[in-house]
């Protein structure tokens, strides 16, 4: 059975092909991978957002469909709809795009509420109604979804119950200045176009999962991962603190995410049990879009990383 080093060195290079740098976001869309969970991603325009999420649908040779989203999107677009056949006159369902292992939501808030919330039912029961059917979608299947967090205008802020559903958001900071360099020299060609070949496959990574659910989680960290939960919600609790920055906190799925990516970066890393350090690691990147900031939050330029940092200084960390 291969092990979690060697499944992440061999498709960190085929996506290195591809996208230089990154080495954070990488690992955290493969522990997603791992975890069956949906990714959103926020940078600034040109970042390789969109290439990273293409490059890794390569390197993981699986089905790979992309979907810009714009304001004009009708939810048919991403599920499909029933098309009249008039040979026989009756209609039969036309699966949309979502129907992949791997679907890219570009730009997502670009989208209206109607168009966002038709992904909701595929990317929690896996499956979607076409005409009052029900189609399950393929498996495995995850959402990664891009937007810009600059941009206001023709934008639609995704809601709560949608953005609950996402395992990480990660933000994709600007290149080093070595990495950008190095970019120049490699694709300043216009011939020279990056190519990926698959290093894996859907089947392999189904039967990898069933290693990860393997990876011990002691009851310590396990009641470390539901103090941390459960500490941004004391948080918005009010008159708990001088001064209030939290209006909810971090929803049971919070608890589940940290759980499940805790054991897939675990794997990843060739250890077989989940250590307190992995669970700070991710604990950003799973609950920086479950907290609610306040107005007064906002007004003093305090963000949901400054309050996660805030707990995690405040919980006090187990003996594993």
Do not use: C
């Amino acid at each position: 059975m291969i092990t979690g080093p060697a499944w992440s060195k061999k498709l960190r290079e085929e996506i290195g092909r591809a996208v230089i740098g990154q080495d954070v976001v990488v690992e955290r869309l493969l522990v997603a991978l791992l975890a069956n969970g949906h990714v959103l991603l926020e940078g600034m325009p040109g970042l390789a957002k969109t290439l990273l999420i293409k490059s890794l649908g390569s390197a993981l040779g699986v089905q790979f469909e992309r979907i810009q989203f714009t304001p004009d999107l009708l939810p048919s677009d991403v599920v499909g709809t029933m098309i009249f056949s008039p040979k026989d006159g009756a209609f039969s369902p036309h699966h949309g795009p979502i129907f992949a292992n791997l679907v890219l939501a570009d730009e997502i808030n670009r989208a209206p509420a109607k168009v966002q919330s038709a992904l909701l039912e595929g990317m929690q029961e896996r499956q979607v109604t076409i005409g009052g059917q029900t189609h399950p979608l393929p498996s495995p299947f995850f959402v990664m979804a891009t937007q810009n967090p600059v941009e206001q205008e023709g934008t639609y802020p995704l809601p709560e119950a949608q953005v609950d559903r996402f395992l990480f958001k990660l933000i994709v900071n600007y290149p080093s200045a070595e990495e950008e360099s190095l970019m120049m020299q490699r694709w300043g060609l216009v011939t020279k176009q990056p190519a990926v070949q698959a290093a894996s496959s859907g089947a392999e990574l189904l039967g990898l999962r069933a290693e990860v659910d393997r990876i011990h989680v002691a009851p310590a960290v396990q009641a470390y991962i539901l103090a941390l939960v459960r500490g941004t919600r004391a948080m918005a609790e009010p008159g708990t603190n001088a001064k209030q920055y939290l209006s909810f906190g971090a929803s049971p799925r919070a608890s589940l995410a940290l759980y499940q990516a805790g054991r897939g970066l675990a794997w990843l890393r060739g250890r077989d049990y989940v250590s307190p350090d992995l669970i700070q690691e991710l604990a950003p990147d799973v609950m920086r879009h479950r907290v609610g900031l306040t107005y007064e939050a906002e007004a003093e330029d305090i963000t949901s990383d400054k309050v996660i940092a805030e707990v995690l200084e405040k919980t006090p960390v187990p003996a594993v």
